[in-house]
């Protein structure tokens, strides 16, 4: 009966993990993308040619 | 010497880190290794069991020779390796620095081995510190004859072939001292074991010395 | 401070070439979608009742014992390693090759695909093991099933390695996908092989080729709600894993146009002063060590 409680104890187990690091990683990958955006839109040039530079160490 | 050693560990840890190809390819195919030759050897477990010492250091070959392919295409870049030899740092703690963080990645991949085998042959470690004693020492020799003839085929166009041919017989002695004390380990026979440790010992010790003493000019001639 | 919150105008680029942010990042970065989260609840509830009927109200087994209660769980999840996971992979990829329905939206389901059934792979090597040692003495045995799902695994954790080759994501697309059908293929072959090598494997306790059903009352039920149990859950994960790809595909992309954009007004001599813009400076994957937002 150990092999029993274990291996559903490792099925359940796998899968809790499994799905929690999924939702880390789409948790960590959405932050990236947000960053990332960000400093498109903040790149992005002017009507002049000028560019909207960001200030070194303020981060919008 | 030492501190520019754990300079260069450290940075092809950082890499393997970063890229994990010991974790993603490295691993598996020692694995693979240890299937195909349970296809070879046969279905029956008898067999099996009675080779597999000698499967898990065929593995531990195999994989030594992909690591160490790995640890010279990180310097294979454009004036990487001249770079290198320019930057001052001792070329001895580079072949130390190289050497651990093979060693370390190959002590690593035995851990996984020992489970794999445990698991697929149905064989048990009786004598585990002579297990792991073999294991460590064997890690130092593989890892420093490794990179010295690392380094004696880097520029070759002709590496990744050569390489396998050039120091695959020099690992024999590792192979073959590696299977016996294993052997013990699994039988339980501790002195036999032993025996095998004093080819093991001096094999680690003299490409240590080696490596120390003839990177450098192995360097500057490549 | 959010994106949303930044103070900067949001000035549209005189060459417009990407699409619109704000689509991307409604889509992408948002919550799971509502059905995805209805099909992962379902599923964890009927699990949760497969394991409450499977461990305590179904009797055991009569030549088994209760060793059998492990064959509530291992065929499902071995059926869905196999044949939901391989099945996605392998149509996936198919569609992907063939030009009338060429879409990375394939690619990336079959990528989720392979790895989520390289979980459900080492799954079934695991509690198949665990069912093994006390039925038959050993851990393992080189019999064609176990073979064929530890060479199946090798071969997905091949493709996972492939994959995480930094490539263009087309090229990436259509090595991997050639690279699952070959996989596709191969399981088969090297299953027939190993078969002929030796048999020890039994045959389904409850399926017959004949598909008669042997096993009757609540074991059955149990049986087949295991089966539904973690199908869902296979969904709901291969929908999890799905959105991460295509997250990963867009901060690619977002990083690419603003390396780009830097190139731009470096060309138009305007380097100098304030020239380090952040995160994602031309630098491939992994994301940044996230700065909350």
Known sequence: MRYVDAGYAAALGTLLVYA????????????????????????????DGTTARVVPGVRP | MWRDALLVAGKDLRIE?????ALWQVVPFAVLVLVLLAFAIGPDAAPLRAAAPGIFWIAVLFSTVLSIQRSVAIESGEGT???????????????????????????????????GVTFLFDVRVHVVWLAITASLVATVGLACAGVLYGALSAGLHVRDTLLPLLVLPVLAPVLLAGTKTWQAALDGNASSGTEWLRLLIPFAVIYLVIGIVLYGPLQEAA | MTA????????????????????????????????????GLLGVIALGFTVWLG????????????????????????????????GVALVGSLLYLWPRTRSLFWDRLAASAVEV?????????????????????????????????????????????????PADPAVRARRCAVAAILVAIDVPIVHFSVDWWNTLHQGGTFLDPGFK??????????????????????????????????????VGDQELEVSLAERWDEGAGLAGAGAAVGVGVGTAPPPPSGSAP
Do not use: C
């Not at chain 3, 390289?118 to 176990?146: E, I, Y």
């Open chain 1, 20 to 47: 929690i690091t999924l939702a880390l990683r789409r948790r960590r990958w959405a932050r990236a993308f947000k960053v990332a955006q960000a400093d498109q839109l903040v790149d992005q040039p002017d009507a």
């Open chain 2, 17 to 21: 880190a970063r890229s994990r190809v």
């Open chain 2, 81 to 115: 390796r001249d770079g290198l030899r320019l930057s001052g740092i001792d070329p001895a703690g580079i072949f130390l620095g190289k050497a651990a963080a093979i060693g370390l990645q190959l002590l690593v991949l035995q851990i996984v081995l020992w489970a």
């Open chain 3, 4 to 39: 949303t919150g930044q103070t900067a105008r949001p000035i549209p680029r005189a060459p417009a070439q990407s699409p619109s942010p704000s689509a991307l990042s409604a889509a992408a970065a948002g919550r799971s979608p509502r059905w995805l989260s209805v099909v």
């Open chain 3, 55 to 86: 461990l305590w109200i179904t009797p055991p087994d009569a030549v088994q014992g209760n060793l059998a209660r492990l064959l509530y769980i291992h065929p499902p999840i071995a059926t869905v390693a196999l044949y939901w996971a391989g």
């Open chain 3, 117 to 165: 059934g390289a979980v459900f792979a080492a799954l079934t090597l695991v509690t198949g093991s665990l069912w093994g040692r006390p039925a038959w003495g050993v851990w393992w045995t080189w019999d064609a099933r176990l073979t064929s799902t530890a060479l199946l695994l090798l071969l997905e954790i091949g493709y996972l390695a492939l994959r995480r080759v």
């Open chain 3, 213 to 250: 059903l042997h096993a009757h009352g609540s074991m059955l039920w149990t049986f087949l709600l295991g089966f539904i149990a973690f199908s869902l859950i296979f969904v709901w994960l291969l929908g999890m894993r799905y959105r991460i790809e295509v997250l990963q595909d867009h």
